[in-house]
């Protein structure tokens, strides 16, 4: 992957274990100390949030220039390196039989986050534009992992959880279904009867980039109590991307 740079930021791939670190490092920041959440690997004496996938994972870092910390980070999993794995990440959570079947070549987006001196910003643009040059690196058809809302009540997240449901529901072809064993349905409110607008708007920003780009969730969202979180999983098929959408984050200003 070519890095990408500008006057404040670069992103490049993780070339070691302090690279790593460094992000593990900044994960911990965001889903452990900010969200509560947790995990078997989490060494909370070294501050580093991980798990046995990251090996197998390449790991986009977006850097500050200016001090040389890591303030954003992006995690991406090809079909080989899910071999080598055992399975996707995601697979623990959303049976992908139907999306694994299809013969397509898929990439595992997860483990985003941003230093929270950095949101609202370019920098979320530049891991974007990064994956865009990744994806076609790698010719890549469709795009899929689990994003999270924060908390597990789902009676606080029913509105945007039905509007995912009823409005970006994933064709067939494409649908994968959360596990039994957490399954949680989210056609929690018929569809005349949500306010559209109030929903959105507890929809978190990531997924709202993706729903921007012409992307679904699966069939059903995923009680994660150990990461304190409601999980969906995203899909996006790169051959339907929005148009404006896609300019917007190939080209996003370095």
Known sequence: MT??????FSVSLAAGTADLEAAQRLRYQVFVEELGGGGPMVDHDARLERDRFDPFFDH???????????????????????????????????????LKASGRRMLELG??????????????????????????????EVLFGVASFHGTDVRALAEALSLLHHRHLAPPELRVRARAAAFQRMDLIAEADLDRRAAMRMVPS??????????????????????????????????QINENQARLYRNAPV
């Open 3 to 8: 890095d990408v740079a500008s006057s404040r």
């Open 60 to 98: 986009l870092l977006l850097r500050d220039l200016s001090n040389g910390e890591i303030v954003g980070v992006y995690r991406v999993m090809r079909e080989d390196q899910a071999r080598a794995a055992g399975q996707f990440y995601s697979e623990d959570e959303y049976d992908l039989a139907g």
């Open 111 to 140: 483990r985003s986050c941003v230093h929270h001196d950095y949101r609202g910003g370019m920098a979320m643009f530049h891991l974007w534009s990064a994956l865009a040059g990744y994806i076609d690196d790698h010719n890549i």
């Open 206 to 239: 990531l997924i709202k980039a993706y729903l921007r780009m012409g992307g679904f969730v699966g069939e059903g969202a995923f009680i994660d109590h150990a990461f304190n979180t409601t999980d969906v999983c995203l899909i996006l098929d790169t051959a």
